[in-house]
């Protein structure tokens, strides 16, 4: 399902809606606010969270040496709903300390709801990554890690599709 430019607003909501994870990784983000506000012209009532503030508040009361193990009980509390949701700024998916697996944390949550999540990282010849090879936070998606996944460049996502 990876990479496949939809032009039309229904077409992709029909497609990742029949999926067994309904999330669609918005790639090649120019400007985090304009893309906020194509999305929620395009997908009324669709909440918004900066993913990065939300869950690093709720680890503020764990102890360091318990952060691992509290992330994704907190990751998930935060994900569940039934409204499409829009994550924002989720660097702190790829911090080390928390032990996390980005994109499988994602691909759970969004079992029971769609997430249009906004990808920092760069999308290219069906390969997603995050950071640069050397970099500890450095994740590399490839097509089978992506394979019930909606990948589109931000670009497509306008007030028109």
């Given at each position: 399902?990876?990479?496949?430019?939809?032009?039309?607003?229904?077409?992709w909501l029909a497609q990742i809606g029949a999926s067994r994870h309904k999330l669609v990784l918005l790639t090649g983000v120019q400007d985090t606010s304009v893309a906020i506000a194509n999305v929620r012209r395009m997908v009324p009532g669709c909440d918004v969270l900066n993913l990065s503030l939300a869950l690093s508040q709720?680890?503020?009361?764990?102890?360091?040496?318990?952060?691992?193990?509290?992330?994704?009980?907190?990751?998930?509390?935060?994900?569940?709903?039934?409204?499409?949701?829009?994550?924002?700024?989720i660097e702190i998916l790829f911090d080390p300390s928390l032990q996390l697996e980005p994109l499988r944390a994602l691909q759970a949550a969004s079992r029971s709801r769609i997430l249009l999540v906004l990808w920092p990282g760069a999308y290219d010849h069906h390969t997603l990554t995050y950071a640069v090879p050397d970099h500890p936070e450095y994740r590399r998606y490839g097509p089978d890690d992506l394979a019930d996944v909606l990948v589109i460049p931000a670009a497509e996502l306008t007030p028109e599709a």
């Amino acid at each position: 399902m990876t990479h496949r430019l939809l032009s039309h607003r229904s077409a992709w909501l029909a497609q990742i809606g029949a999926s067994r994870h309904k999330l669609v990784l918005l790639t090649g983000v120019q400007d985090t606010s304009v893309a906020i506000a194509n999305v929620r012209r395009m997908v009324p009532g669709c909440d918004v969270l900066n993913l990065s503030l939300a869950l690093s508040q709720r680890l503020l009361d764990a102890p360091s040496h318990r952060r691992p193990t509290q992330a994704p009980i907190l990751l998930a509390d935060l994900l569940q709903g039934q409204e499409p949701l829009l994550l924002y700024a989720i660097e702190i998916l790829f911090d080390p300390s928390l032990q996390l697996e980005p994109l499988r944390a994602l691909q759970a949550a969004s079992r029971s709801r769609i997430l249009l999540v906004l990808w920092p990282g760069a999308y290219d010849h069906h390969t997603l990554t995050y950071a640069v090879p050397d970099h500890p936070e450095y994740r590399r998606y490839g097509p089978d890690d992506l394979a019930d996944v909606l990948v589109i460049p931000a670009a497509e996502l306008t007030p028109e599709a």
